[in-house]
């Protein structure tokens, strides 16, 4: 029986700046339209420039008063994000609500990130990890700042493997990604008690959409085929459209009712479908040990440390 489903009201967000990585498309294309049209002033981080505008454009269009930009953001890059992270420092303005949505799925190979990462948990993690922490300024300058990390029903199936997280021993496509969905969540969890721990100010949540149709299923498994005729339909059958797979991200960005270090997805069948509810934890996500050795792992890794950058802030 499906759970009893959440309002998602946007309230007004006027005078609030977010931030949503691979705002031209899917999920991070609905959300920022769905943020902008409540009057919130939205960051597009992109990989892609050319496509960025064309998603800008037609947001644009939608929402005449709308105020967007673009942001050069290849969060498979360490130098990038840096740059990126700057570029919003530089402003001195406060980031209200960071949504990091932007990702890739079930890469048929082995393939690493500019910085020698396996290309699923370098661009799925380690980069939304390292922007997280190096924008923790321009969080802490909101009055209440918000973070948002995109997981996946993938993460049910996903497993620690502390001596293969680069896949260097082994790989496998989907394992990969189950691996960087859970760590997507667990980093949402650790966040929030780091926070919480340390009196950052900052309010962790995660969301997943279920089984939403966007670009991941060309550009992952298929390794940008478009898909057959035949599989249009089935995913047409099986999965639900994008303006109602952004609902469980879209309640943890803006609703005062949202758990912090909380877990949203849809409330149907096995959460692949329906209206946002509390989604269900995976047991590898309840491993207080494993989000200590993820965090720490992810420290060493990109360099980002968040207590020496909470700690530039407060001086």
């Known amino acids: 029986m499906p759970r009893t489903a959440l309002d998602t009201t946007v309230p007004n967000l006027t005078g609030r700046l977010a931030v949503v990585t691979g705002a031209n498309s899917g999920l991070g294309f609905g959300l920022t339209g769905r943020l902008a049209a409540a009057g919130a002033e939205v960051v597009m981080a992109v990989r892609n420039r050319e496509k960025g505008q064309r998603a800008l454009d037609e947001l644009q269009a939608q929402h005449p008063d709308a105020h967007l930009r673009l942001l050069d953001?290849?969060?498979?890059?360490?130098?990038?994000?840096?740059?990126?992270?700057?570029?919003?420092?530089?402003?001195?303005?406060?980031?209200?609500?960071?949504?990091?949505?932007?990702?890739?799925?079930?890469?048929?190979?082995?393939?690493?990130?500019?910085?020698?990462?396996?290309?699923?948990?370098?661009?799925?993690?380690?980069?939304?990890?390292?922007?997280?922490?190096?924008?923790?300024?321009?969080?802490?300058?909101?009055?209440?700042?918000?973070?948002?990390?995109?997981?996946?029903?993938?993460?049910?199936?996903?497993?620690?493997?502390?001596?293969?997280?680069?896949?260097?021993?082994?790989?496998?496509?989907?394992?990969?990604?189950?691996?960087?969905?859970?760590?997507?969540?667990?980093?949402?969890?650790?966040?929030?008690?780091?926070?919480?721990?340390?009196?950052?100010?900052?309010?962790?949540?995660?969301?997943?959409?279920?089984?939403?149709a966007t670009n991941l299923q060309t550009t992952g498994p298929r390794d940008g085929r478009p898909p057959s005729p035949a599989q249009q339909r089935r995913t047409a059958r099986f999965m639900q459209g994008v303006n109602q797979g952004i609902l469980p991200s879209l309640y943890a960005a803006t609703s005062p009712s949202a758990t912090p270090g909380g877990y949203y997805g849809p409330n149907g069948l096995f959460e692949v479908r329906g209206l946002p509810a509390p989604a269900r934890l995976p047991r590898a996500a309840r491993d207080a040990t494993a989000a200590v050795l993820l965090w720490d792992a992810s420290e060493r890794l990109t360099g980002v440390r968040y207590a020496e950058i909470a700690e530039t802030v407060s001086r």
Not at 93 to 99: K, S
Not at 154 to 167: S, Y
Request: charged share 15%; hydrophobic share 45%.
């Open 73 to 212: 953001l290849d969060l498979a890059s360490l130098a990038s994000v840096r740059s990126a992270a700057q570029s919003l420092l530089d402003e001195d303005r406060a980031v209200d609500i960071l949504i990091n949505n932007a990702g890739i799925m079930a890469v048929p190979d082995r393939r690493e990130t500019a910085d020698g990462f396996e290309l699923q948990f370098g661009s799925n993690h380690l980069g939304p990890f390292a922007l997280t922490g190096l924008l923790l300024p321009a969080l802490q300058r909101s009055e209440a700042p918000r973070v948002v990390s995109t997981s996946s029903i993938a993460a049910n199936a996903g497993r620690w493997q502390w001596d293969n997280l680069q896949a260097e021993k082994s790989y496998s496509a989907w394992g990969a990604y189950g691996l960087s969905k859970l760590a997507n969540l667990v980093f949402a969890r650790e966040l929030q008690r780091l926070s919480t721990l340390n009196g950052w100010g900052v309010t962790s949540i995660a969301a997943h959409p279920g089984g939403t």
